[in-house]
T-cell receptor
Framework: GESVGLHLPTLSVQEGDNSIINCAYS??????FIWYKQESGKGPQFIID?????DKRQGQRVTVLLNKTVKHLSLQIAATQPGDSAVYFC????????????FGAGTRLFVKA | ETGVTQSPTHLIKTRGQQVTLRCSSQ?????VSWYQQALGQGPQFIFQ???????GRGNFPPRFSGLQFPNYSSELNVNALELDDSALYLC????????????FGEGSRLTVL
């Protein structure tokens, strides 16, 4: 069935360190993944996306890695800042029985000063 | 910030009542989707509309219904409210069906007593 999950509910990192947030998916036909950041009291905000024809994609201070063999993706945040504190969701977008976006449960990132 | 606005921001209803939530999409976006987010969980996909037609639906009962208007604004209607319907309802718009990059509003917080 459709599911997108995360390995850890919380992650605590020191300011300036790199953060890695992991996500697993179950549908081997899934081919389009997106990472969102949600700050308290706000709606989710798009960070970066990746399609299955790529293994890696980089943005500003963020990198997403996709391992289709083990159905795993990760979000890496370089030089983590206090403003990165939020809940991070991986999501899958596809057209199986209709277009839909399936979100994982989220990982809360705490950045220690 | 995202150009997506939702109303009302907060509302309280009693069990059995009906509610209508509204969303104004970002200019130029023809696709809108709705999500239910319970406290501490990821957004759950309700349905998606593209050019005024529903083209994807999640596992929600028929008492959850929607509309997309010619100007691409949207409504979510929930009939026969239940206590478990208490949640944050998020609306998101996107440019078209080919992208999973969603632009979210800040949500409508519904409390059912």
């Amino acid at each position: 069935g459709e599911s997108v999950g995360l390995h850890l509910p919380t992650l605590s990192v020191q300011e300036g360190d790199n953060s890695i947030i992991n996500c697993a998916y179950s549908n081997s036909a899934s081919d389009y993944f997106i990472w969102y950041k949600q700050e308290s009291g706000k709606g989710p905000q798009f960070i970066i996306d990746i399609r299955s024809n790529m293994d890696k994609r980089q943005g500003q201070r963020v990198t997403v890695l996709l391992n289709k063999t083990v159905k795993h993706l990760s979000l890496q945040i370089a030089a983590t800042q206090p403003g990165d504190s939020a809940v991070y969701f991986c999501a899958e977008y596809g057209n199986t029985g209709g277009f839909k976006t399936i979100f994982g449960a989220g990982t809360r990132l705490f950045v220690k000063a | 910030e995202t150009g997506v606005t939702q109303s009302p921001t907060h509302l309280i209803k009693t069990r059995g009542q009906q509610v209508t939530l509204r969303c104004s999409s970002q200019s130029g976006h023809n696709t809108v989707s709705w999500y239910q987010q319970a406290l501490g969980q990821g957004p759950q996909f309700i349905f998606q509309y593209y050019r005024e037609e529903e083209n994807g639906r999640g596992n929600f009962p028929p008492r959850f219904s929607g509309l997309q208007f010619p100007n691409y604004s949207s409504e979510l209607n929930v009939n026969a409210l239940e206590l478990d319907d208490s949640a944050l309802y998020l609306c998101a718009s996107s440019r078209d069906l080919n992208t999973g990059e969603l632009f979210f509003g800040e949500g409508s917080r519904l409390t059912v007593l």
